[in-house]
């Protein structure tokens, strides 16, 4: 396997990243068809109480071992790679394995006083083995990463998805006819499957990499045999013990800082769940629309994130390098160039949420009464797609404290009005909504405080003058062709030709008023080239 440049190995992951954002919206959509909004919100509540779980076993982990491994094939460290690999993964692995046991042997006293609900029981215990499993994952994934080759993990990822799709339908299909409770817990081990395939397909690729390494290493010319030796490092307790307190030194501050998106996370859940209860809301129905907002309503909201996602990537080195040159007027233009794409390609996704919120979730989702939910989270999904780039300069100048603290200051108030408006019954489930769409725009403000702060930079007004315009006039458009259409065309086509011509409407106006150009679109991933071509031309 030929190791990629750092473009290389970052286009590989981007597209892979892409194809899994779409391809994971599938069980999405899929899902609450088979097993309904409670099923979905069984399924659900589990998550949290695993991602804080796996980030505090496996946070760090990649990064580190990327970065260990990299050393080592410069010579900067006294550890060899294969080294490297065995003790992180017997480390990584003990605590997985043990997490995994903790998980079940503590299952029924997590599922009826922390989740709240007692019938989350088998998804809960079905979703242990895949902590030991990701742990192993993680080890490889960054065992590769520091190896520069990042074919393996995109197959990885890639295959575990595919596979996740299917066997979350399926046993979920398949054990639907005992009860939903059941029917959660098969799409649970579907997502198991998946993880647990994606896991073959890394080590598949090691032991392929490592016959090739022997290989290449048996047609390599003899050696003089008065060349000096390389000392090969005892393999001590000692020595053991000194690189995994390597390991912990570069992967605890990771952990640490996405441990407060996972806390935050999880006590979402457990508040959420509490604060409806209070409200008189009953277990059941509770469930159901927390499954309706964590698993439909949200995803749909995240589904433009792969855009600004990638935005975000790409904007880190550049700015880094205008830092490290001190081109202050080259990060200037380059942020404005990120906040100015975010805006544009996450404004339209925001108008169609708004305007078809309705017949989206219906066509979606088989269910139009959770629209009034992503109706009113829609407009301030833009501030979503802005705190990308946002957070991502903070991480480039070196200010990854000043975004932690913003994040955290927002996980706060968030918590605190889910608290204060689900616990009431005239708000309910609205109450979390309120919190999360306050927890979003809070924080991209703060970053945005930071950022202007930090850089003495200036937001163009104009800019989001001109976005606020096209969308409502992009608005206007969708509404009028979507309910004028009404006699003509059954109302999922309505549907797709009034996001059309939203669309069409949109994009006229935005290169009418210069927010968008081809230098601005080839920039894009995967549609840039074409762009390229015709600016070209």
């Known amino acids: 396997?030929?190791?990629?440049?750092?473009?290389?190995?970052?286009?590989?992951?981007?597209?892979?990243?892409?194809?899994?954002?779409?391809?994971?919206?599938?069980?999405?959509?899929?899902?609450?068809?088979?097993?309904?909004?409670?099923?979905?919100?069984?399924?659900?509540?589990?998550?949290?109480?695993?991602?804080?779980?796996?980030?505090?076993?496996?946070?760090?982990?990649?990064?580190?071992?990327?970065?260990?491994?990299?050393?080592?094939?410069?010579?900067?460290?006294?550890?060899?790679?294969?080294?490297?690999?065995?003790?992180?993964?017997?480390?990584?692995?003990?605590?997985?394995?043990?997490?995994?046991?903790?998980?079940?042997?503590?299952?029924?006293?997590?599922?009826?006083?922390?989740?709240?609900?007692?019938?989350?029981?088998?998804t809960f215990v079905s979703m242990s083995p895949m902590i030991a499993i990701i742990a192993v994952s993680a080890v490889f994934r960054g065992y590769f990463q520091g190896k520069q080759n990042m074919i393996p993990n995109a197959?990885?990822?890639?295959?575990?998805?595919?596979?996740?799709?299917?066997?979350?339908?399926?046993?979920?299909?398949?054990?639907?006819?005992?009860?939903?409770?059941?029917?959660?817990?098969?799409?649970?081990?579907?997502?198991?499957?998946?993880?647990?395939?994606?896991?073959?397909?890394?080590?598949?690729?090691?032991?392929?990499?490592?016959?090739?390494?022997?290989?290449?290493?048996?047609?390599?010319?003899?050696?003089?045999?008065?060349?000096?030796?390389p000392t090969v490092p005892v393999d001590s307790e000692a020595s053991q013990t000194g690189l995994i307190r390597r390991l912990l030194a570069i992967?605890?501050?990771?952990?640490?800082?996405?441990?407060?998106?996972?806390?935050?996370?999880?006590?979402?859940?457990?508040?959420?769940?509490?604060?409806?209860?209070?409200?008189?809301?009953?277990?059941?129905?509770?469930?159901?629309q927390y499954g309706a907002l964590q698993g439909m309503i949200i995803p749909l909201l995240l589904l433009p994130g792969a855009l600004t996602s990638s935005l975000a990537t790409s904007l880190v080195p550049s700015l880094s390098e205008a830092s490290a040159q001190g081109d202050g007027a080259l990060i200037h233009k380059r942020m404005h160039q990120a906040l100015r794409l975010a805006l544009v390609t996450g404004a339209p996704f925001s108008v169609f949420m708004y305007v078809l919120a309705e017949p989206m979730c219906l066509v979606l989702y088989n269910d139009a009464s959770i629209g009034s939910m992503l109706k009113l989270m829609a407009p301030f999904a833009l501030f979503i797609y802005i705190q990308a780039p946002l957070q991502a300069a903070l991480q480039a100048l070196d200010r990854p404290g000043k975004a932690l603290l913003n994040t955290f200051i927002g996980a706060v108030i968030k918590i605190t009005l889910i608290l204060l408006l689900a616990s009431r019954p005239e708000y309910g489930i609205f109450g979390a909504v309120i919190a999360i769409c306050v927890n979003s725009t809070v924080v991209t403000l703060l970053h945005a405080r930071s950022v202007r702060n930090l850089l003495q930079f200036r937001f163009k007004r104009m800019d989001w003058v001109k976005t606020a315009a096209g969308m409502v006039i992009m608005g206007a458009a969708t509404l009028l062709v979507y309910e004028h259409t009404v006699i003509l065309l059954p109302f999922w086509l309505r549907m797709l030709l009034a996001l059309l011509t939203g669309l069409i409407v949109y994009f006229i106006v935005m290169g009418l008023t210069r927010m968008i150009d081809f230098h601005d679109l080839s920039r894009m991933p995967i549609i840039g080239s074409w762009f390229q071509r015709r600016s070209r031309k």
């Open 1 to 122: 396997m030929k190791k990629q440049t750092f473009i290389q190995g970052a286009m590989i992951l981007l597209a892979a990243g892409i194809i899994n954002r779409i391809l994971g919206f599938i069980p999405r959509i899929a899902l609450p068809r088979v097993i309904g909004a409670e099923g979905v919100g069984l399924y659900q509540l589990s998550y949290p109480f695993f991602i804080v779980l796996v980030t505090l076993i496996t946070g760090g982990i990649p990064l580190a071992v990327a970065k260990l491994v990299a050393e080592a094939d410069t010579g900067a460290n006294r550890y060899s790679p294969q080294r490297i690999l065995q003790i992180s993964l017997s480390f990584t692995l003990t605590l997985g394995v043990v997490f995994m046991f903790l998980c079940i042997v503590f299952a029924p006293w997590v599922t009826r006083y922390v989740l709240t609900d007692e019938r989350v029981y088998h």
């Open 155 to 229: 197959a990885s990822s890639i295959t575990e998805t595919v596979v996740r799709i299917i066997c979350v339908i399926w046993f979920s299909w398949l054990l639907l006819p005992q009860g939903i409770a059941q029917a959660a817990a098969g799409a649970m081990l579907g997502a198991l499957v998946g993880e647990f395939v994606g896991m073959l397909v890394l080590l598949w690729n090691y032991s392929r990499y490592k016959k090739d390494s022997e290989r290449a290493n048996r047609l390599l010319p003899p050696k003089d045999a008065n060349a000096p030796v």
């Open 251 to 288: 992967s605890v501050p990771v952990t640490a800082g996405r441990l407060v998106g996972s806390l935050s996370y999880l006590a979402e859940t457990i508040v959420t769940a509490q604060s409806l209860a209070l409200a008189g809301i009953s277990r059941g129905l509770a469930t159901a």
